[in-house]
């Protein structure tokens, strides 16, 4: 399953505070986005469904030290106007930043 990628106001800053402070790793930031699209569950992002405060939330690893938090909703495709299963990218950062 192919999901959409939308990314909230917050994830936009946080990401382009992030490639600009950490530029080696833009290309596995993308590859992380680009996995997560195909397989939400593929073993090298290590998913996990969060708990406490952020329980309807989810995160994956960009490596060991950053993560991203996101949610899965249903979108409009603005192409076809369907509703389609999207992640919602909400923060992304170090474990203290996004957690």
């Known amino acids: 399953m192919s999901y959409k990628l939308v990314k909230s106001s917050n994830f936009i800053r946080a990401a382009k505070k992030f490639v600009n402070k950490h530029p080696d790793l833009a290309i596995e930031l993308n590859d992380t986005l680009q996995t997560l699209m195909t397989d939400i569950y593929d073993n090298k992002l290590k ?6 405060d952020m329980k ?4 994956c690893s960009i490596n060991y030290d950053y993560r991203i938090a996101f949610q899965l909703v249903q979108a409009i495709d603005e192409e076809t106007g369907e509703e389609v299963e999207s992640i ?4 992304m950062g170090s474990h203290d930043e996004v957690y």
């Open 47 to 52: 998913t996990h469904k969060l708990k406490g």
């Open 56 to 59: 309807d939330f989810w995160s």
């Open 88 to 91: 919602l990218l909400v923060n």
